[in-house]
């Protein structure tokens, strides 16, 4: 049974592209052995990531992530049920702020990242395109 879900959390500090780094490598190696996917974004000291795989081990990773120190107000924006994977190019994805994250920003009628003022439908589809235009452009 697979599920994705949704949540955004805020940094409790600044964080720079060696600490993005870190986390991603974490993930990427955690995530493969588990057959979790997802994608990861970060702007203004906000988290937004989509973790998609088996209910249980999402559900394990999910409290381990929530109880990570560099990293507060962990809020689940959606947990829903899905047949298939969206991210699942993607040990852990990550696409830093651009042009084109602002662009995809607009396109779900956002001016500035703000992850509590998404929808979950456009958190997940914020994250869809991030993850569509990382691969277009790698």
Request: aromatic share 10%.
């Amino acid at each position: 049974m697979l599920i994705r879900l949704t949540y955004l959390s805020k940094a409790t500090r600044d964080m720079n592209m060696q600490d993005i780094q870190d986390i991603l490598t974490v993930a990427r190696d955690n995530n493969q052995g588990l057959e979790i996917c997802g994608m990861l974004c970060y702007d203004q000291r906000y988290f937004l990531q989509t973790l998609e795989g088996p209910r249980d081990d999402v559900n394990e990773l999910f409290l381990e992530i929530a109880e990570d120190p560099r990293h507060d107000d962990v809020v689940i924006i959606s947990y829903e049920y899905i047949d298939a994977t969206t991210f699942g190019s993607w040990d852990m994805g990550f696409a830093p702020a651009t042009d084109a994250f602002y662009k995809l920003l607009n396109d779900v009628g956002q001016n500035s990242f703000d992850p509590r003022a998404l929808t979950p439908e456009q958190a997940v589809s914020f994250l869809s395109g991030l993850s569509e235009q990382h691969q277009t452009n790698n």
